[in-house]
């Protein structure tokens, strides 16, 4: 209980610490919010009208304290760009990005695991060629292979039609066979990740030595497999499975915009590129929240998988 | 073994799901899909003022008058008008109505006008109309009087006509306008949707049904998406993409009233020296950037106006500082710089046009001994750096075209606000305070070319090319237009059958 509290407490302040951090980088990085929205083209009246009714004239202290105190309130502002509220900006596309997070996680999980496995438990020829797929599997950037699926499956294959996203609201069967693709783009470079990180953790549990008693005892190699080696070649690999989390929303932002996918992630690029503060704060904390809560939720798997673990 | 198996049938059943839908995929097939850059800044059209939104709402809608494809001023929501020195008096056309299907009347008119004067905000939302007198005369008629000469006067007011019965945030959620189209949605980031609207004042122009125009953020992922067929028109391909232009589609090209330039600071030394920047211009093969950068897709300009801009553009000038390496090492030495110079070119990082542009240019300077590092800023940083606070060398940007030539060539006046030449000029600015009070259209014509010859004697900038526009479409979109301005005209458009 004290160390639900004490967690509570540092995610409070991690929170408050990136929300400052985020207003002073875009204090300091040059740009002009309302040149970028209304570009070089623009009327003069209409720049300085703008300006003034936004209140970018008021010193940073005081727009951070306004914007605070509104946060906490629940109201995160106006977005410069596009004119709304921010929370529904953010609302209307988290739950698209949570998706596609989600469904690369399941994928990189279903295919990772038993991979992994297969190739720790085949040492020969096959195990090295699925290891040398896995580390090119690992160079791959997410966008590039976006590319490549939406030439291959979009334009050769046409499986999809490349960058028409269809609303899962809309039709559900169009929306997640189009999202199919944006996942795979994901979950390739993460899959090799897990792959490598779970092969060396079995390999490196199979030497020890309560295996050989495990054996020496009669255990099969499958129960040896799935009750010794695996639950403790896990760990590390939840470990490494929080980062990829982080990996994995961080591809989809990239990915995002390669399948012209309205998540997140093209929001973010669009509000940094526009200087939109209000906009960037939001999806900023909103990803911190949400980077934050995996790595609380994996610190309280460990102790679910290794009993003696003990969170203080 | 068997574990392959699993995972191998596991991603084939996902394969089959996902491809089970093709079919069902072109559900929107009613859609005529134009591809664009971007989302609109402000749906308010007195708000707006990126080109990018201008390209999407000239469908949506009108002012008193409207362009044409010839960058005319022809009268739209009014139906004719009478100048008569200060005054400019406007009669309302007959049953002309707003999307919404009230008539329009000239209190709608009056209060679009007055809004963008500033009479219901703080500050006002167009500098049009500053000082100007709106008087309503009688039921179809207003009156504008200016408080001094303004021959620009009449492109302000193209400015739209909006109800006055809707609140600023109607017009900024659902716009309603007057134009041979209305709007019906708009998703950020996504897509902006519009319809015909069938009591548009003129009769039968339109033939397009329901228009969305698709955003895409990715160049890469528009491209690709017209060759699957999904779009429908692609204004604004790049030129190097010609090739990937798919089978059943075709496209059109053409000036674009725009002005790419390498501009030089003009206060910073060694720029402030006419010799040198006439000497750039000589060392500066503009043919070969236009071969090398646009594919030859492109029109040699010699100073700030494009040919696209016909009465106004002044003929012969492209040729002036045709390459001539000897030249411009005189014109070095002349200056005091044999030895050549060390200096920067900033670029945008975001258009890949101008970063090729400076490095071919660099290349070419290297020639006559002056090195020229290319910086490439981020977008912000440009706009900040170079546009605002005019701290930079050389850029190379380029400059949208507008109908008013004196917002094409207004920008090297010493007083202009956004003048990050820096260039300096009495008799420029003379120039220009004269073109704005002169009335006679052949008179004004003259200046504005005076003005261009003064920049092409005295090259603030190298002058390059005007890219070609380069509309891709599918081969059954006929009509399409060009435009001297950044719209797209979908009221011109018609599919055949095929």
């Avoid at chain 2, 749906?43 to 409207?66: C, I, W, Y």
């Avoid at chain 2, 093969?285 to 594919?295: G, K, M, P, Q």
């Avoid at chain 2, 030449?421 to 008179?443: G, R, W």
Wanted: hydrophobic letters at 45%; proline letters at 4%.
């Amino acid at each position: 209980m004290n160390y639900l509290i004490k967690r509570t407490v540092s995610i409070v302040f991690i929170l408050l610490f990136v929300s400052i951090l985020t207003f002073l980088v875009f204090e300091v990085i040059p740009g002009d919010p309302v040149l970028a929205k209304l570009g070089i083209d623009a009327d003069e009246a209409q720049v300085e009208a703008l300006r003034e009714e936004l209140g970018l004239n008021r010193p940073l202290a005081v727009r951070y304290a306004s914007w605070i105190s509104n946060a906490v309130k629940g109201d995160l502002g106006t977005s410069i760009r596009f004119d709304m509220p921010v929370m529904d900006l953010i609302k209307d596309r988290l739950g698209l990005t949570a998706l596609i997070t989600a469904m690369s996680l399941i994928l990189i999980i279903v295919v990772g695991f038993p991979l992994g496995i297969l190739i720790a438990r085949h040492e020969n020829i096959f195990g090295l060629g699925l290891s040398l797929l896995s580390q090119v599997g690992m160079a791959i950037p997410s966008f590039w292979l976006g590319i490549i699926i939406t030439s291959v499956f979009g334009l050769s294959l046409k499986l999809f039609v490349p960058g028409q996203y269809v609303p899962i609201a809309e039709d559900p069967r169009a929306g997640f066979s189009y999202l199919f693709f944006v996942v795979l783009a994901i979950a390739i470079p993460n899959i090799a990740v897990i792959v490598r990180y779970l092969r060396d953790s079995v390999l490196e549990q199979k030497g020890q030595d309560y295996i050989r008693t495990a054996r020496s005892k009669g255990g099969g190699e499958n129960y040896i497999m799935y009750n010794h080696i695996l639950r403790n070649a896990l760990l590390p690999v939840i470990t490494v499975l929080g980062m990829l989390t982080a990996n994995v929303l961080g591809g989809s932002l990239v990915v995002e915009k390669v399948f012209n996918v309205p998540g997140i992630g093209r929001l973010l690029i669009m509000a940094v590129s526009t200087q939109d503060l209000p906009l960037v704060e939001g999806i900023v904390l909103y990803l911190a929240a949400i980077v934050v809560l995996i790595n609380f939720g994996v610190d309280l798997l460990y102790r679910v998988i290794d009993p003696r673990i003990n969170l203080t | 073994m068997k574990k392959v198996f699993t995972i191998l049938l596991l991603l084939g059943v996902m394969l089959a799901v996902a491809g089970c839908t093709d079919s069902e995929s072109s559900q929107n097939e009613s859609k005529f899909v134009v591809a664009v850059p971007q989302d609109p800044d402000f749906l308010d059209p007195h708000k707006a003022a990126a080109s990018g939104t201008e390209e999407m709402m000239f469908n949506v809608f009108e002012g008193l008058l409207k362009a044409n494809h010839e960058g005319k001023m022809v009268p739209a929501v009014a139906s004719s008008y009478d100048v008569n020195g200060l005054e400019y008096t406007f009669k309302l056309r007959k049953d002309i109505k707003f999307h919404n299907g009230n008539n329009v009347t000239i209190e709608d008119v009056e209060y679009s006008y007055k809004r963008l004067r500033g009479d219901f905000s703080e500050k006002p939302l167009s500098s049009g109309f500053e000082g100007v007198e709106i008087t309503v005369i009688d039921s179809e008629t207003i009156k504008f009087v200016l408080p001094e000469i303004n021959a620009s006067f009449l492109g302000y007011l193209t400015e739209a006509v909006i109800p006055a019965s809707l609140t600023d945030e109607d017009h900024n959620k659902n716009p309603v306008g007057t134009g041979p189209y209305s709007f019906v949605e708009y998703v950020p980031s996504q897509k902006v949707v519009i319809t015909r609207f069938d009591e548009y004042w003129q009769k039968d122009v339109a033939s397009i049904k329901d228009v969305e125009f698709r955003i895409f953020a990715d160049n890469q992922t528009a491209l690709m998406s017209l060759q699957s067929g999904a779009i429908d028109l692609y204004p604004r391909i790049n030129a190097e993409s010609i090739d990937s232009i798919p089978e059943d589609c075709t496209y059109i090209e053409g000036p674009q009233n725009m002005i790419q330039i390498m501009a030089m600071n003009n206060k910073v030394e060694p720029f402030n020296s006419i010799k040198v920047r006439q000497a750039i211009n000589y060392a500066v093969d503009v043919d070969a950037i236009i071969a090398a950068v646009a594919n030859g897709r492109g029109l040699k300009l010699g100073s700030n106006m494009s040919p696209a801009m016909k009465v106004y553009y002044q003929e012969g000038l492209e040729d002036t500082y045709n390459l001539n390496l000897e030249k411009a090492r005189q014109l070095l030495k002349e200056a005091g710089y044999e030895e050549g110079f060390t200096t920067s070119i900033t670029v945008p990082s975001v258009y890949q046009f101008h970063v090729d542009t400076a490095q071919v240019i660099a290349s070419q300077l290297a020639e006559v001994g002056i090195t020229a590092e290319i910086k490439k800023i981020d977008w912000n940083a440009w706009l900040q750096e170079v546009y605002t606070n005019r701290n930079y060398e050389m850029t190379v940007i380029a400059l949208t075209g507008k109908l008013d030539p004196h917002a094409v060539l207004n920008r090297y006046s010493s007083d202009y606000g956004r003048n990050f030449f820096n260039y300096a000029n009495d008799q420029y600015d003379e120039l220009m305070k004269q073109a704005v009070i002169t009335t006679d259209q052949e008179q004004r014509a003259l200046i504005y070319k005076e003005a261009q010859q003064i920049l092409a004697d005295e090259v603030p900038c190298v002058y390059i090319m005007d890219p070609n526009l380069i509309a891709a479409m599918k081969k059954n979109v006929k009509g399409y237009q060009l435009y001297p301005i950044y719209i797209q005209d979908i009221a011109v458009l018609t599919l055949t059958a095929e």
